[in-house]
């Protein structure tokens, strides 16, 4: 019976997250406050459609990362409202959701998770982005000193099945203090480190998503603990 009742949520979940996905197509092509105001019930059905899935995911990535069962998924949520003040393109909300959990906390530098609902353009993400100078630094040298085990880690064929190469964020000089024939002169160049894995609308949609994302993030897990390293 229990059985039965799980499918029948599951399925629901999976036609809140159509409209959901149908909601945001519909957003980006009429970004404007006065549609957004008009549709404020269908925002916010999708809007508790995202913390839930999001709420599913903290569970399961509690297993690998216990720091995430403390959150809960309002502390991981972004916000649909765009920050225009100095922004060149004045549309109001943003045609994406998603949300980024990681030890720290939203707001913390840790590496952490992230996930982007975007009718189209959907994936899953993490690591540590455009972290602070000195943090960066940092972490260059935690590459430089240990080498073998961060080459180790993102050349596991589950990895690079999972997400190929690291995301392409870099200097176009040498980073100071680096040789230029230095052996991972590319790989400190980064100045992000962040990989991604693209997930089709179907994907989403599927109600084997969560077990997929959580399994996509635990396979990510130890890149992001040893970036974190840095900072502990």
């Known amino acids: ?65 216990p720091a995430l069962a403390d959150y809960k998924a309002k502390d991981c949520v972004f ?22 959990f990681n030890k720290g906390g939203k707001k913390a530098p840790h590496a952490g998770y992230y996930l982007h609902i975007e009718p189209g353009n959907s994936f899953l993400a993490g690591g540590m982005y455009m972290p602070e100078s000195e943090q960066l630094k940092s972490v260059r040298q935690e590459i430089d000193y240990n080498t073998e085990e961060f080459n180790g880690i993102i050349a596991n064929a589950k990895f690079k099945k999972t997400f190929g190469e690291l995301d392409d964020h870099k200097l176009k000089t040498t980073p100071k203090g680096y040789d230029k024939t230095h ?35 635990e396979t990510l897990h130890p890149f992001n603990a040893f970036l974190n390293r840095v900072l502990e």
């Open 183 to 217: 052996p991972e002169i590319e790989t400190l160049k980064q100045t992000s480190f962040v990989v991604s894995h693209k997930i089709s609308d179907e994907e989403l949609l599927d109600k084997k998503f969560v077990a997929k994302a959580i399994a996509t993030f």
């Open 79 to 100: 916000r649909i409202y765009r920050d225009v003040r100095f922004a060149k393109d004045k549309t109001p909300y943003k045609n994406n959701m998603g949300a980024w």
């Open 1 to 65: 019976m229990w059985a039965i009742y799980y499918l029948s949520v599951r399925n629901l979940r999976v036609m809140l997250q159509l409209d959901t996905l149908q909601y945001l197509r519909e957003l980006n092509a009429n970004n404007n406050k006065t549609w957004f105001d008009a549709n404020k019930k269908r925002f916010e059905t999708a809007k508790k459609d995202v913390e839930q899935l999001v709420t599913e995911l903290l569970a399961g990535c509690a297993k690998f990362e």
